[in-house]
């Protein structure tokens, strides 16, 4: 089983966006095993609950993705510390700035990792991240060559990203770009990067990744989003790119999401691909993302 990739962008309902966004206008907002990154990219690009102040925040999901298998069980929490306009962001506003430790773990019994990050956000809709994920994988990737690349192992992953999120109206689009480099605790054999399907150097490698989508709410509870996720390995040339048009439902505390398109790596050929996603939110994050 690979890993998918979680799918975040926006987290909070309807907050107003300044003049030169668009006055008075309102935005809203997979890991093979299913990934933190993909994961979170699904659930904030499609969240729109309560909206939320700082202090704690938690959510709960299952994500999965037919091609190349995988699914995951995951939890993600922090704490949103505000650095400025604490006015702004009581009445929903965008002109605010935010601190915020979190975490995130996953499982798919045979796949493991935690993570640990940091979000400094100037502005409430652009900022950074920088944290460190480790992983334990002890079966092979399905739709991967194992035969010929290290996937039963010890990872590790340090990244930085940057986040952007812009909106009008209904319409709402986001991006986020990650640099991370990565490890195995075997060096004599390439492995496998599960979230993209990319070989990387066993001795040690960087990948980038490119998340951008644009989307729309179509009624209050009711979202459609395309996501396109493009990635690239740097000592061993070779990209990969997935297209999905997804379909979000929320009700209450709960989302659900459902997508298709295709998946295309130098692992994994191309072929059509489907998402599935269930996420319960009791606690909403600072911020957007």
Known sequence: ??????????????????????????????RTPFSPLLWALLVSAFSWGDFAFAGYDFEANVTARAYPIGGTLNFEGGYGFPTWGADSLESKGVFY????????ASTAISYNSGEIYFDVFPISFFGLRVGKEWITNTKEYKDYDCDRLNCEDDFQKQY?????AL?????????????TDLSAATETQNFAEEVMGLEARGIGDRVEILTSALGYKIYEDWSVLFLNVYGQMDKIKGFSRMNT?????????YQIMLGVGEFNSPLAPREVTALFQL???PYHRIGFF
């Not at 975040?8 to 935005?27: A, E």
């Not at 930085?160 to 952007?164: A, N, Q, T, Y």
């Not at 909106?167 to 640099?179: L, P, S, V």
Request: aromatic residues 20%; without cysteine.
């Open 279 to 281: 996420s319960w939110t």
């Open 97 to 104: 700035g935010y601190l915020r430790p979190g975490y995130q």
């Open 167 to 179: 909106g009008y109206g209904k319409a709402f689009f986001a991006t986020r770009f990650r640099q």
């Open 160 to 164: 930085i990203e940057g986040r952007l």
């Open 1 to 30: 089983m690979s890993k998918p990739h979680t799918y975040q962008f926006f987290h909070n309902p309807r907050p107003t966006w300044p003049s030169f966004l668009g006055h008075g206008k309102n935005i809203f907002m997979f």
């Open 245 to 253: 048009l997804n379909v979000s439902h929320r009700r209450g505390e």
